[in-house]
């Protein structure tokens, strides 16, 4: 079993910055690939970075340029850096793991872009 936990959100203004962190505890050994995903009102939870215990990374194409996901091995800690925010990247954002035996959830942490 993997456990999650995302902290971070909050409120920013149009253009604004915010990290967000996802620490794992469990069997953290056994992930594969970690990712952030988000989810807006009446859509689709989508993916927005994904990255790999080898070091590699993906972004969705609204993404790129503007986000970046990195890892602290250390602290099990997975980051989403979220840089120039537009009022169409508020969600609740998900930290997402992946091993073996399933997928893995955290609760989920609220962004709001907004003036």
């Known amino acids: 079993q993997v456990q999650l936990v995302e902290s971070g959100g909050g409120l920013v203004q149009p253009g604004g910055s915010l990290r967000l962190s996802c620490v794992a505890s469990?069997?953290?050994?056994?992930?594969?690939?970690m990712a952030w995903y988000r989810q807006a009102p009446g859509t689709q939870r989508e993916l927005v970075a994904q990255?790999?215990?080898?070091?590699?990374?993906n972004y969705a194409n609204s993404a790129k340029g503007r986000f970046i996901i990195s890892g602290d091995n250390d602290k099990n800690t997975v980051y989403l850096q979220m840089n120039s925010l537009k009022p169409e990247d508020t969600a609740v954002y998900y930290c997402?793991?992946?091993?073996?035996?399933?997928?893995?959830w955290g609760q989920g942490t609220q962004v709001t872009v907004s003036s």
């Open positions: 997402n793991a992946l091993n073996l035996y399933g997928i893995y």
């Open positions: 469990g069997s953290i050994h056994t992930i594969s690939i």
């Open positions: 990255f790999t215990t080898t070091g590699t990374t």
